[in-house]
């Protein structure tokens, strides 16, 4: 088949409307696989250049490019920015009146438009342009919208399903920062492009030091840690607007200027915190995940995660906010068992409760690693890594193991003493003897186990229970209460003698960092 275009004009095309003199890793393959008329799948992380794979293409080739976003806020911006580079694009949504959308047509039909943003929603309003006659390429962005495997499952995308069979010529390009493999296949058979290429960059992040930290006494972790990187812009992500509001409170009365930043703040007031962190007047946001979505600010230093994300891929895009100069950045989690099980509580009920109980799973795996925690996140995304990392807590400072079975039998003769009906802060309070109201009021001053474990403090305790859930030697019963029970593992230990390796509780201050930070 003879080329549609010459190479030079891919580059002179680059540099004339883009301005850059070279491609990045994959992008040309796939801007000539597109230009070849042939399906694609693009996985490429956050910041890593997906625009250009369908841009370029479309000015390439005759007719226009629709390119479907789930982001009707974003759209005005993206196309304003091409306008300014001199490229006849438009977007198309419901925000716009009846005229305006008129207006637009008459341009696709009249071949004055190379890029057309639309929302899957308003694609029936498309109707009369569907055809092969004006569309050249058909992008799917964000295209993890449109499977339930996906974080981020939007109905309104199911329905481009339709679309390969009114443009079965037609090239199609999806593309997603944040697919694992089930989510990978899911969207090729939902758009029908089963065959279509598939280019995966590597998700690794050199540079972005990965590091995980019980959440005991968060607040005064994180002054410290902000303390120890002065004048630098960070991100401090929360689960509610609430936190976010009450972090920002309290790291002002320590003297650490923040904005606090959520989705129920009003437009303006979300606009000008966002350009005040830009322009690096304001240094630190505390923020819900609405914040960060088309941010382009490259010198962001450290993100904190106050609150445990609800899975993988919003973990990593977080994160991966960090460091986009390429110099180095820490990102550090606060691990929290209520967390878990908040977040446990958030997904019963919903429609795909299981995947996203799973996903729960694999954040909480990632969370309570004792190996190269880069190897597990990057495994999540299917690649493989050969070495440990050395930059991450674990490659660090690995955990140091002992024989940890008196303490796992302590534990588990308490869940069985008190039949498997209390949670967590009740087991540990009776091994620990606490006097409090509650374990007076129920007499567990009584059992057996009651105070045979004074010497251990209240956060060890809780380090060696979960450590115990881990490896599977009880359960958290979610919806009894969330009361700890026993499992086929937890007899042998109590019972047949089997050992139990646990780690050892690691002091924060212990965890080094390479940089000098005081
Ligand atoms: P994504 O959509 O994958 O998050 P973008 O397409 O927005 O990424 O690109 C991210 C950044 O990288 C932008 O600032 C863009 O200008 C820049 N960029 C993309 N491709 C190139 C390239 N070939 N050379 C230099 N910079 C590039
Ligand atoms: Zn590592």
Redesign the pocket.
């Known amino acids: 088949m003879p080329a549609v275009y010459k190479q030079d004009q891919l580059f002179s095309n680059?540099k004339t409307y883009?301005?850059?003199?070279?491609?990045?890793t994959n992008?040309q393959d796939i801007v000539e696989a597109v230009l070849n008329k042939k399906d694609c799948l693009v996985i490429?992380?956050?910041?890593?250049?997906?625009?250009?794979?369908f841009?370029l293409p479309a000015l390439l080739l005759k007719g226009v490019t629709l390119v479907i976003s789930p982001l009707i806020a974003l759209m005005k911006d993206q196309v304003d920015g091409l306008n300014a580079n001199g490229i006849a694009a438009s977007y198309f949504n419901s925000s716009q009146t009846t005229q305006e959308q008129s207006a637009i047509i008459d341009r696709v039909l009249n071949a004055n438009l190379k890029l057309l943003y639309v929302a899957p929603e308003s694609l029936v309003g498309l109707q009369n342009i569907l055809s092969e006659r004006y569309i050249s390429c058909v992008a799917i962005?964000e295209a993890h919208c449109i499977s339930s495997w996906g974080h981020d499952f939007r109905p309104s995308y199911q329905q481009l399903g339709f679309l390969k069979k009114t443009l079965p010529n037609t090239p199609f390009i999806a593309?997603t920062?944040t697919a694992d493999k089930a989510t990978r296949q899911d969207i090729v058979k939902q758009l029908r492009i089963e065959h279509a290429q598939q280019y995966i960059s590597s998700f690794d992040r050199q540079n972005i030091t990965l590091e995980v930290r019980a959440a005991n006494d968060r607040i005064s972790q994180i002054i410290k840690f902000i303390r120890q990187k002065p004048n630098q812009s960070g991100i401090i992500y929360c689960l509610s607007r609430k936190t976010t509001e009450q972090l920002a409170k309290k790291l002002k009365t320590n003297n650490i200027p923040a904005a606090a930043y959520h989705a129920g703040l009003d437009f303006d007031k979300r606009s000008k915190i966002q350009e005040a962190f830009v322009r690096d007047q304001t240094q630190i946001v505390c923020a819900t995940v609405a914040f960060g979505m088309g941010i382009?600010k490259?010198n962001v230093r450290w993100v904190i995660h106050y609150n445990m994300p609800k899975n993988i891929e919003g973990y990593y895009q977080e994160i991966g906010r960090g460091g986009?100069d390429g110099l180095k950045a820490h990102a550090l989690l606060f691990h929290s068992y209520a967390d878990v099980i908040q977040l446990r509580n958030f997904a019963s009920g919903a429609s795909n409760e299981d995947v996203q109980v799973a996903k729960l799973d694999r954040m909480k795996q990632f969370s309570e690693a004792t190996t190269c925690r880069r190897k597990i996140l990057l495994s999540y995304f299917g690649e493989l890594m050969a070495n440990n990392c050395e930059n991450c807590d674990v490659c660090r400072n690995p955990p140091q193991f002992f024989d940890g079975t008196i303490i796992a039998q302590k534990i588990l003769s308490a869940v069985y003493r008190l039949q498997e009906t209390e949670a967590m802060g009740m087991i540990i309070d009776v091994l620990r003897g606490s006097h409090n109201a509650a374990v007076l009021a129920k007499g567990y001053q009584g059992v057996r186990t009651f105070g045979i474990g004074k010497d251990i403090a209240w956060k060890d305790w809780q380090h060696f229970v979960i450590q115990l859930i881990n490896q599977g030697f009880c359960e958290i019963a979610f919806h009894k209460h969330n009361a700890l029970q026993l499992t086929e593992f937890s007899k042998n230990v109590l019972f047949d003698g089997a050992k139990v390796a646990l780690t050892k509780p690691v002091a924060v201050t212990e965890i080094k960092t390479p940089t000098k930070e005081r």
Not at 18 to 24: C, E
């Open positions: 680059l883009f301005g850059y003199d070279s491609f990045r992008q490429m992380p956050t910041g890593g250049g997906k625009s250009i794979c841009q962005d593309l920062a382009d490259s986009r």
